[in-house]
C-alpha cells in the first residue's frame, strides 16, 4: 500500500522531527532543502531562514571549495555516501551523507545524518583511560610478579643450599671416623722414624706410607668442600650416571654406619642429560639419604638408570619403612617431615620437585608400608631437553 494512502506530507514531516537524529537535505543546486527539528539544533539554525539558501553560506570561505568539490562528487556519482566524525562547538557528531535520487535515478541531492556522540565520545575515552591505566596496572603487577619470582628462586637456590648443608652435616660425622683411621697410620709412622731416625731401610717405608694416608685425608677434604661450594647456575650436558655415582660418594658414610647395601645398575653407561649438574646431584643425595633414612641396618637400596624413549629414569628403591598412602601427597610441601627427631627440615623433596621441573623432568613415587619406595626421577636426555623445558613452562603457564 503506498504510503501517500496513509501519510501526508505533515505526517512524514512529524516523523521526521521525532527522531533524534538531524537530518539535512541539501537539493541538487546545494541549497538546504529540508531541515528537521535535531538538525535546527545541531546548526543552530532556523529553517525558515535557510530553507532556499546555499550551503556553502554557511561554511567559512578556506573550506567552500571543498564543499563544492565534495557535492560535485556526489553530484557525479563519485560516491553514494560518505562517513565522517566532525567537531563542532565542543560537540561530536557522526554525520552521514547519502546521495538521494528520484526513481528514475536522477540527483535529486544530498541527504545528511547528523547524530551527537558526544556523550558516546566521552564514555569511550574514559573506557580508553580506564583501559590504560588497567594495563599499566597490569604491566606494575606482573613487574612484581617477575620480581617475587626472582626473589623466590634465589630464596629457593639459598634453601637448596641449606639442604646441602645438611647432608653435609652426615657427611662430616663419617668422614670424621673416615679421617681417623690414615691419621692413626699416620701418627704411628711418623712416631716410629722419631724413634728410630737413622734405621733408613724403616723411614723409605714409614714416610711413603704416612704421606698416602695424608693424601687420602687431602681427598676427602677436597670432597666435602667442592661440594659445600655454592655452584653457578650453568645448563650444560652432563653425564647422569656421573652425577649418580657423585651423589652416592657424598653419602657413603651413612650407607657404610647403617651397613646397608647399594646395587647399581646402570642399563647404559653414557647417558646425558642438559642441566645444572650440581643441582640434579643434590636431588639424588636428597632421594639417597631419604632411603637410608627409611632403612633399618642391613637393608638394601637399588639404584637404576634405564632409557625410556627421549627420556632417562634413574630409579632409587628401598626396602624401608615406606610412606602410607595418605601421607604420599604430602610428601612434596615444604616443610613435611615425619624426621621430627633426626633434625629433618621437610624440604628434600619439596626442592628436588622444583629442580627436576625446572629441568623439564618428573618424579614418580610407589610406595607401600613396611614393603619399601620407589622414587623415580625422569629427565629429557640432552638431545630433547629444550622441547621438554619450554613444554613445562607451558604447563606452569596455563595453571
Ligand atoms: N624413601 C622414603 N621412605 C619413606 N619415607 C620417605 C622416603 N622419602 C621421603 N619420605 C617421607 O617424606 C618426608 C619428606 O621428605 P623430605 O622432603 O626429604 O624431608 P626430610 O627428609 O627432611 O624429612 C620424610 O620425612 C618422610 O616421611
Ligand atoms: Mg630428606
Keep these: 500500500m503506498p504510503n501517500s494512502e496513509l501519510l501526508n506530507k505533515e505526517d512524514l514531516v512529524a516523523i521526521i522531527d521525532s527522531v533524534d537524529i538531524g537530518i539535512i ?78 526513481e528514475d535515478g536522477n540527483f535529486l541531492g544530498v541527504a545528511l545524518l547528523s547524530q551527537d556522540i558526544t556523550e558516546k565520545k566521552y564514555l569511550e575515552d574514559e573506557l580508553k583511560k580506564a583501559n590504560a591505566k588497567l594495563e599499566w596496572k597490569i604491566k606494575e603487577r606482573t613487574k612484581e610478579i617477575n620480581q617475587a619470582c626472582e626473589k623466590l628462586k634465589v630464596a629457593e637456590k639459598q634453601l637448596l643450599q641449606s639442604e646441602k648443608m645438611a647432608a653435609i652435616g652426615q657427611f662430616v660425622s663419617g668422614l670424621a671416623h673416615e679421617i681417623n683411621n690414615p691419621l692413626d697410620g699416620i701418627q704411628n709412622c711418623i712416631r716410629a722414624v722419631i724413634a728410630d731416625p737413622n734405621d733408613k731401610e724403616q723411614t723409605g717405608v714409614f714416610l711413603p706410607l704416612a704421606l698416602e694416608g695424608l693424601y687420602k685425608i687431602e681427598v676427602l677434604v677436597k670432597q ?27 653419602v657413603r658414610f651413612k650407607l657404610k654406619e647403617k651397613k646397608i647395601e647399594l646395587h647399581t645398575h646402570y642399563e647404559n653407561e653414557d647417558l646425558e642429560i642438559h642441566g645444572e649438574a650440581h643441582y640434579v646431584g643434590q636431588v639424588f643425595v636428597n632421594l639417597l639419604i631419604n632411603a637410608i633414612d627409611a632403612c633399618e641396618e642391613k637393608e638394601k637400596i637399588e639404584i637404576k638408570i634405564i632409557q625410556e624413549n627421549e627420556n632417562v629414569r634413574v630409579k632409587i628403591i628401598d626396602s624401608g619403612c615406606g610412606i602410607a598412602a595418605e601421607d604420599i601427597k604430602k610428601i612434596y610441601d615444604p616443610f613435611y617431615t615425619t624426621k621430627q627427631k633426626k633434625n629433618g627440615t621437610g624440604l628434600g623433596l619439596y626442592l628436588s620437585y622444583n629442580v627436576i621441573k625446572a629441568h623439564g623432568g618428573d618424579i614418580f613415587v610407589k610406595s607401600e608400608i613396611d614393603k619399601g619406595s620407589e622414587f623415580m626421577i625422569e629427565l629429557p636426555l640432552a638431545a630433547f631437553a629444550q622441547k621438554a623445558v619450554i613444554e613445562n613452562k607451558l604447563i606452569e603457564e596455563l595453571f
Aim: with cysteine; glycine share 4%; proline share 1%.
Design 224 to 250: 666435602l668442600l667442592e661440594y659445600a661450594k655454592p655452584k653457578s647456575s650453568e645448563m650444560k650436558s652432563c653425564n647422569i650416571k656421573n652425577i649418580v655415582e657423585e651423589s652416592i660418594s657424598i
Design 25 to 102: 537535505f541539501v537539493d541538487k543546486e546545494s541549497r538546504f532543502a529540508f531541515v528537521n527539528k535535531v538538525g535546527e539544533k545541531i546548526r543552530s539554525i532556523e529553517s525558515k531562514e535557510r530553507i532556499g539558501t546555499s550551503v556553502l553560506d554557511c561554511h567559512h570561505h578556506k573550506v567552500r571549495e571543498k564543499v563544492t568539490q565534495d557535492m560535485n562528487s556526489f553530484k557525479q556519482g563519485d560516491y553514494a555516501s560518505r562517513h565522517k566524525i566532525i567537531k563542532t562547538n565542543g560537540h561530536y557528531f557522526d554525520n552521514t551523507y547519502n546521495v538521494v535520487k528520484d
